[in-house]
Nanobody
């Protein structure tokens, strides 16, 4: 059983910062990628950022230059620092994992709410 537990969401004013974290537990093995998706009310789910097992990050266009993702493999931990937040960043953020050999992100967390007020 693999579990993903997110933390760090909340309410912040536009221009502010928040950090999200996600811890993975269970029989996940090695060589897995981690990332974040988000979904705002009435909108499609959107890729935010990911960090490969190698540590190489990728970012969605809307957060490039504002968000920074990292991971600590020893702790099965992923962090995402979100700076210069905008009201359009308001969404539920989901931690995701793509296990070795999977073509898709096959494990999802419960989500954490991020709200950015204008």
């Amino acid at each position: 059983q693999v579990q993903l537990v997110e933390s760090g969401g909340g309410l912040v004013q536009a221009g502010g910062s928040l950090s999200l974290s996600c811890v993975v537990s269970g029989r996940i093995g090695n060589l897995y990628d981690m990332g974040w998706f988000r979904q705002a009310p009435g909108k499609e789910r959107e890729f935010v950022a990911a960090v490969a097992w190698s540590g190489v990050p990728t970012y969605g266009e809307s957060v490039q230059g504002r968000f920074a993702i990292s991971r600590d493999k020893a702790k099965n931990l992923m962090l995402m620092q979100m700076n210069s937040l905008k009201p359009e960043d308001t969404a539920v953020y989901y931690c995701v994992v793509r296990s070795r050999g999977s073509p898709n992100y096959n494990y999802w967390g419960q989500g954490t709410q991020v709200t950015v007020s204008s």
